[in-house]
């Protein structure tokens, strides 16, 4: 979607403009999650399963939580040199403290990008609403964005099967295509309230 493609054209020219890099990713990763922005703030590679393609976040809004990575995510995160001294993923400085300034960067980034009144929190809502025009149900793009489902097996059931990694495939692929300036068709507006974001 066009807006998908103005925010890639900024983080691209944020990048060659001396941005952080941390800060880019981050932006990057949560615009392909639906991630919280203190979850891919705080994330550590303990949590980053790359062979299965999920996040096990330890500490969310909802508890534990399991999240599928679409490959274009799971790519992102395959790519990040890690810090020789942190476990965090957004580490930065001699000894690696968690990355802070994304807020900051943001706010330049999608000023830039002309994103007025879009917040990051709204790449999550963004993130839903795709995947509800790209047909995933409300329990998939539920189970994408780790809310909780309130039923008591929900509680002990801590799955990502192959149904839900292709939603996420799907859900990703697209954002990450249409921030790479690709054709947007299935892409949202990033901040519409369509659908079930």
Not at 88 to 106: D, I, L, N, P, Y
Not at 129 to 145: F, H, V
């Amino acid at each position: 979607m066009e807006d998908y493609g103005r925010l890639g054209a900024a983080l691209l020219a944020a990048e060659r403009g001396g941005e952080s890099t941390l800060a880019i990713n981050a932006v990057r990763l949560l615009a392909m999650t639906g991630c919280r922005r203190g979850e891919v703030v705080g994330l550590t590679w303990r949590e980053v399963d790359l062979d299965q393609r999920l996040l096990r976040l330890a500490t969310t809004k909802e508890g534990y939580s399991l999240r599928p990575l679409g490959q274009a995510a799971a790519d992102l995160l395959g790519n990040l040199a890690r810090h020789d001294k942190s476990d965090a993923v957004f580490a930065t400085g001699e000894h690696g403290k968690t990355f802070s300034g994304v807020q900051r960067s943001w706010e330049r980034i999608a000023k830039r990008a002309k994103l007025e009144g879009i917040t990051l929190h709204t790449l999550r809502h963004s993130f839903a609403t795709t995947a509800n025009t790209l047909g995933c149900s409300e329990p998939t793009i539920a189970a994408m964005l780790g809310h909780s489902r309130g039923t008591m097996t929900s509680r002990y059931v801590h799955v990502v099967d192959a149904t839900l990694l292709a939603a996420a495939d799907r859900v990703a692929g697209a954002i990450a295509h249409a921030l790479d300036g690709g054709d947007p068709a299935t892409v949202v507006k990033i901040g519409s309230r369509r659908g079930s974001g």
